[in-house]
């Protein structure tokens, strides 16, 4: 193929992922493209999280001793940095959770709680879509089912994009809160945000953002988004497990509810009542994922010496190919918008009448690594009439060559199974 200048250099970046240079299965050398459940990390972060526990461990906020010292200003340096990466307005904006799911029940909860004007009410609506991560789908519905709300939902169309002609009837003066995912991590659909923030606010609804297949992949500017709340994750930007971030708007976040009781969310406490602490420590209750958010910092750092537009433009070009090259498979059917307009770098399929999960298989005995299954979007699988699909998704390390070798071993599926 002809190399895309889009391309990044990825002989320079795959050398800074120990993960990627090993084998599998013997021999096989290691082909990840299940960047969209979880990336791999880079040197970098991973000696992070090294010298954190072997120099600086200690709890923060709460000692006087040079540990301490050193770890409070290591956790709240990469505070600064999140809240740089995404444009937020204030660093106190940036809450640490534990991932996006976290996040995103942190808002359902705090709404349910919270008195007028914010609170949801018996009778209000909230509304979400088909194509949701489980984690923005079941938070409401608990909320809605204590609440007395009513839930609804945009529908997908057979493209694969959100069903926007009942827009108007959809958000209405009963609207209370639209939670809308901003790329869908099985359809890879980019949903148009603008159109509906406008929407929502228009009637006075709070908009919530499930960010966690957009922050790792393209420029994230939460201001310019005009969203309320945003909510992305760690593990897929390159960062460690456990630990995700909520932006949200500073007077609502001042205005709302605590989540979580604890320890370093409160200001006093006596035996009758509890006064809390302010922003962002109101939120994150007790000992945070100290390493975990140092280690983050480290992988925002990475994402910016990269810069954000060249990992775009590179899934891009990765994904323009991979289409291309995935509908030359006979049999193979995308699940989701067969072009990359307006398009992440996730691609579900299903290929014939094989299960993914035998797909998934036999791929993985060629080193392959794809994801089978609903990808915790089972709505999405139902809307299709399928019982799962395969997923391939593709970071700013993957390559025209892995996209090759997922072909090739596309094919081999079908000679194993006689197709």
């Known amino acids: 193929m002809v190399v895309n200048p889009q391309f990044l250099d990825t002989d320079a970046i795959r050398k800074d992922f120990p993960i990627l240079q090993r084998t599998v299965h013997g021999d096989k050398p290691l082909v990840y493209l299940d960047n969209a459940a979880t990336s791999q990390s880079p040197q970098q972060v991973i000696d992070t999280i090294v010298e954190y526990y072997s120099l600086h461990n200690a709890n923060v906020h709460r000692g006087i001793h040079v540990l301490a010292e050193e770890a409070t200003a290591l956790y709240e340096g990469a505070r600064d940095k999140v809240a740089a990466f995404i444009n937020a307005g204030a660093r106190e904006e940036v809450v640490f959770t534990k991932n996006s799911s976290e996040a995103l029940n942190l808002v359902a909860n705090v709404l349910g709680w919270a008195e007028a004007p914010y609170g949801i009410r018996p009778g209000d609506e909230i509304v979400i879509s088909e194509m949701e991560h489980h984690s923005n789908i079941v938070p409401w519905q608990l909320t809605a089912e204590r609440i007395g709300a009513k839930l609804r939902w945009f529908g997908i169309t057979d493209e694969g994009r959100l069903d926007l002609s009942n827009l108007n009837e959809l958000i209405n003066e009963r609207t209370k809160v639209v939670s809308l995912v901003h790329v869908s991590n099985i359809l890879g659909t980019v949903n148009p945000v603008e159109t509906i923030v406008k929407r929502a ?9 499930d960010a966690s297949q957009s922050a790792p992949h393209l420029p994230l500017d939460v201001q310019a988004l005009g969203a309320d709340f945003v909510a992305f994750t760690g593990h897929k930007m390159l960062g460690p497990t456990g ?5 949200g708007r500073r007077d609502l976040l001042e205005e709302l509810p605590p989540f979580l009781g604890g320890g370093e969310m409160i200001q ?3 035996m009758e ?3 809390y602490a302010g922003l962002p420590h109101k939120y994150e209750a007790g000992t945070p994922p100290i390493a ?3 280690a983050l910092g480290t992988a925002v ?11 775009a433009g590179h899934e891009h070009a990765i994904t323009e190919y991979a289409l291309g090259r995935l509908q030359e498979v006979e049999g193979l059917r995308i699940i989701g918008p067969a072009t990359n ?3 992440g770098a996730a691609i579900s399929f299903v290929l014939g009448d094989i299960h993914p999960h035998d797909v998934g298989q036999v791929l993985d005995e060629h ?3 794809v994801r089978v299954g609903h990808h915790c979007a089972r709505p999405v699988c139902v809307r299709f009439g399928i019982p799962a699909t395969t997923r391939a998704s593709f970071y700013l390390y993957s390559t025209p060559a892995e996209v090759d070798a997922l072909v090739e071993g596309l094919d081999q599926v079908k000679q194993f199974f006689g197709v």
């Open 273 to 275: 009542k509890s006064t």
């Open 367 to 369: 080193g392959i690594a």
């Open 292 to 294: 975990e958010v140092i």
């Open 243 to 247: 630990v995700g971030v909520l932006w």
């Open 201 to 209: 606010h228009e009637v006075g609804a709070l908009v919530v953002l």
């Open 341 to 343: 307009e307006d398009r």
């Open 268 to 270: 006093t406490v006596t």
């Open 301 to 311: 750092d990475y994402l910016n010496g990269i810069g954000m537009d060249k990992v």
